[in-house]
C-alpha cells in the first residue's frame, strides 16, 4: 500500500442559496470562436445569477463581448495576433503586472477547447480553475480537466465529431456549483449570536467502524479542545450510546442520545462548528451552514462523498488502498491505518485554525496548537 499521509483540503461547495461569484472567463481566440462561445456564456449566466463575471479577450473582440452584456469588467489581452494564421504573440512572463491587476477569482474558465491558452489559467488567482486536458504539466494545476484529444493533421478524432458549441457548454456544465434555494428545515432556530459561543459539537459514530475515527481518538480531542477553552456536545444516535462513557466525566461535555431531527438542529444551531467522519452528523450541520471539520479515511473518498452545503475542511489519508468499500474492519489487510495516522492533536490545530476567521474566539493555547 502506497501511503502518501495524512492531508487537508477545503472543500469545493456546491449548493448555495443566495451566494454572488466572482468568475473570470478567458477567451483570448478571435471573432467567430467568441460568437460561438454564446451559448455557453448564456449557461455560465443562467447556473450564476448572482455573480458577476468578467471577460478577458483580445482587442478585436472588445467590441463584441460589450454586446453581448453579460460582463462587469472586458479585459484586453492580446495572447494571439489578430489574424489567426499568424504566431501567439503574448509573453505571460513579460506582463505580470496584468495578472497582478486581475485580483483573485472564484472560478476561472478558459472557454477554449485547444490547449495553448489554457497556460493562462496557471497566471490567474483562483479558488477553481476549469479547462480541457493539454496533456502536459498545466493539467495538474487544474481543478476540473476535462478530456478531449489533440488536433492532428488529416486525422478525425472524437472532438472534431462535436460542434464547438457543445463542448464549450461543457466546460460550464462541469462546474459543481449550482444555485439552489434549499428548503428551510431549521424553522428559523439559527438566529442567536453564534460569536459567543464556546461550543462544538462532535459526532463520533459513524454507522460503521469502518468509517470511524477510533474512540480513544475523539476521547483525546476532546481533552485538547477542553484545554483550549471550549465546551463539548457529543452527539450519538441509539445504537451508539456506549460511547457516552467515554464522554460521561468530562469537564465543560454534555451528550446527547438518540435526539429526534429538530432537536438535533436546535442544539447544533448554538455551536460553532462540527467534527464528524463521513456521516449524517457532518452533512446535517453542513446544510444548517454550520462550518464541518470532517475525518475521512480510505473507505470512501472525500471527492464524492464531503458535505457540500457550507464550508467544510476535510482531513484525510491519502492512501493507494482507497476506496476499499470494506464492509467491516476485520477486512482491512492494513489495520485501518488510513484512520489510525490521523492525529488527535492534528485535528485539534485544522480546528483551531478554522476558528480564526470566527471572531470574538478566545482560546488558550493546547499542544501543538497552531493559531
Not at 98 to 116: K, V
Not at 231 to 255: C, H, M, W
Request: with cysteine; net charge positive; glycine share 4%.
Amino acid at each position: 500500500m502506497r501511503n502518501n499521509g495524512v492531508k487537508v483540503i477545503n472543500n469545493i461547495v456546491f449548493f448555495r442559496s443566495k451566494d454572488s461569484f466572482k468568475i473570470l472567463v478567458i477567451k483570448l481566440d478571435h471573432l467567430g470562436d467568441l460568437l460561438l462561445s454564446i451559448p455557453a456564456l448564456c449557461l455560465l449566466r443562467q447556473k450564476f445569477p448572482n455573480s458577476y463575471i468578467d471577460i478577458v479577450v483580445g482587442h478585436w473582440n472588445k467590441n463584441l463581448a460589450e454586446k453581448i452584456g453579460f460582463f462587469k469588467n472586458i479585459f484586453v489581452f492580446d495572447f494571439f495576433r489578430e489574424k489567426s494564421e499568424e504566431a501567439a504573440k503574448e509573453n505571460f512572463m513579460t506582463n505580470k503586472t496584468f495578472f497582478e491587476n486581475l485580483g483573485e477569482y472564484d472560478i476561472a474558465i478558459d472557454l477554449r477547447r485547444p490547449r495553448d491558452t489554457r497556460i493562462f489559467l496557471t497566471y490567474v488567482k483562483a479558488k477553481l480553475k476549469v479547462g480541457y486536458k493539454t496533456f502536459s504539466k498545466i493539467d495538474e494545476k487544474l481543478d476540473i480537466c476535462l478530456p478531449t484529444d489533440i488536433d492532428e493533421p488529416h486525422k478525425i478524432k472524437p472532438c472534431n465529431k462535436t460542434h464547438i458549441s457543445i463542448q464549450l457548454l461543457r466546460l460550464v456544465e462541469a462546474i459543481p456549483y449550482y444555485t439552489f434555494y434549499l428548503p428551510n428545515i431549521t424553522s428559523n432556530i439559527r438566529s442567536i449570536s453564534i460569536q459567543s459561543s464556546k461550543k462544538i459539537a462532535l459526532f463520533p459514530g459513524a454507522g460503521n467502524a469502518i468509517k470511524q475515527w477510533p474512540l480513544d481518538y475523539w476521547k483525546k480531542l476532546t481533552e485538547n479542545l477542553i484545554q483550549c477553552g471550549f465546551e463539548i456536545e457529543v452527539f450519538l444516535a441509539n445504537s451508539e450510546r456506549n460511547y457516552g462513557k467515554l464522554f460521561q466525566d468530562k469537564p465543560r461535555t454534555k451528550i446527547y442520545i438518540g435526539l429526534d431531527v429538530e432537536s438535533l438542529i436546535k442544539k447544533l444551531s448554538c455551536c460553532l462548528l462540527t467534527i464528524a467522519n463521513n456521516s449524517f452528523g457532518a452533512h446535517i450541520s453542513s446544510f444548517i451552514d454550520l462550518p464541518v471539520v470532517a475525518i475521512f479515511g480510505g473507505h470512501e473518498l472525500y471527492s464524492e462523498w464531503a458535505p457540500p452545503f457550507n464550508k467544510s475542511v476535510i482531513v484525510y489519508s491519502d492512501v493507494s488502498c482507497a476506496p476499499c468499500h470494506l464492509p467491516r474492519i476485520k477486512d482491512c489487510p492494513y489495520d485501518l491505518i488510513c484512520l489510525r495516522q490521523i492525529q488527535p492533536d492534528f485535528v485539534c490545530n485544522v480546528v483551531l485554525n478554522l476558528l480564526q476567521n470566527i471572531p470574538q474566539i478566545n482560546t488558550v493555547n493546547c499542544i501543538g496548537a497552531v493559531f
